[in-house]
């Protein structure tokens, strides 16, 4: 299932070398203890979590309130578990931009090394990223996938796409147990500052929508188009318009010819398939709601605010609880962990800042 997002203000630059490199290490000698006394599912959910990875990555070191929290703290993961991932059983593949879209191959290596079947996984990586991207159309492109697994077929996604115009950055995390379908109500929490009116095609109300986009994806292209140009010279709601008037039915040609070709069996299918982007997707979803009545849920799918507050300020908990339990769970985690004394000093300071 998808278990949430977060909203963070979109930082450039990078993260000190020294700083990397102690998050490096902290983040390496927390996961060893966590993993050796809760298991790697336990771990996985932990990842999964918004409020817990957050405080984790505050007690890395990292600002709270910007969107280099999620890619430093993936890539300390990636670079502090790497040495020991055969051991553990976690493993983790992905990061920020190009390195994200060599996930498969990374996955696929592991699988070869160790003898597992890596399809499952890659297809999971593959579908996550599609749902966030395509399915969903919420305004962030995502820039950031990483893949968090285990041999036995868990799995954790934490992945991240950028706003360039308002600034801001949208976690994603996903978990791979009880997921029934990739496609329908994939999200249990979404945390983000800015909500509006999405295309979000995930939504429980877009099922009837996403059964005939399906069939209208399988219709010859040549009438799609035709349908696509029709609409453009129609006087629409809206929010049609703006989410119509930038889709140039010519250049979505050759992907309609290929689903025609294909005739994908399901949305999932549809979704999944090579060279479907955002906007093949949401021009299939309009003719479907325009033209056979099957309406596109438009409901953010964000269900409480999670980013308040300055850069250098304490976060204003999202849920008081559960956050004070992730901090107490890093806390007993820091304490245990073989960690010299000005690291150990350092982050149990952090967690202390956050608890008051």
């Not at 290490?25 to 990842?47: A, F, H, Q």
């Not at 999620?70 to 920020?96: H, M, N, R, S, Y």
């Not at 099957?294 to 953010?300: E, H, K, L, M, V």
């Amino acid at each position: 299932m998808k278990t949430g997002t977060a909203n963070l203000p979109l930082h450039y630059g990078s993260a000190p070398r020294w700083l990397f490199e102690r998050m490096t290490k902290l983040s390496r000698e927390i996961s060893l203890v966590l993993i050796n006394e809760y298991g790697t599912e336990e771990y996985l959910k932990r990842l999964a979590d918004p409020n817990w990875f957050q405080a984790f990555g505050c007690v890395l070191g990292f600002d709270w309130h910007s969107s280099g929290l999620t890619t430093t703290t993936c890539g300390a993961l990636k670079e502090g578990l790497k040495p020991i991932q055969k051991d553990l059983g976690i493993f983790v593949c992905g990061g920020k931009g190009k390195t994200s879209r060599k996930t498969p191959k990374e996955i696929e290596d592991f699988g070869q090394e160790y003898s597992f079947n890596s399809q499952p996984l890659i297809y999971a990586s593959r579908l996550s990223a599609k749902v966030d991207n395509n399915a969903l159309q919420d305004g962030y492109q995502l820039y950031h996938h990483s893949f968090f697994f285990t041999k036995n077929g868990q799995w954790a996604v934490i992945q991240q796409g950028m706003q360039t115009k308002s600034h801001w950055a949208r976690r994603y995390h996903w978990l791979s147990d009880d997921v029934a379908d990739f496609v329908n109500e994939p999200h249990a929490g979404i945390a983000s500052e800015n909500r509006g009116e999405v295309l979000n095609l995930v939504d429980s109300k877009s099922k009837n929508n996403r059964e005939i986009t399906t069939k209208v994806a399988q219709q010859k292209p040549e009438k799609t188009s035709q349908i696509i140009k029709k609409l453009q010279k129609t006087k629409l709601p809206g929010r049609h318009q703006i989410l119509i008037s930038d889709i140039n039915p010519q250049n979505l040609k050759k992907i309609f010819l290929s689903t025609y070709e294909q005739k994908p069996a399901n949305f999932e299918n549809l979704l999944g398939m090579k060279g479907v982007g955002s906007k093949t997707i949401r021009a299939l979803a309009l003719i479907a709601e325009l033209v056979y009545g099957a309406p596109i849920a438009t409901q953010d799918p964000a269900r409480y605010s999670f980013a308040h507050g300055g850069k250098d300020g304490i976060p204003y908990p999202v849920d008081r609880k559960t956050y004070h339990q992730s901090i107490e769970y890093l806390r007993e985690a820091t304490n245990k962990a073989k960690l010299g004394y000005y690291e150990k000093l350092q982050a149990l300071r952090r967690l202390q800042t956050m608890v008051e």
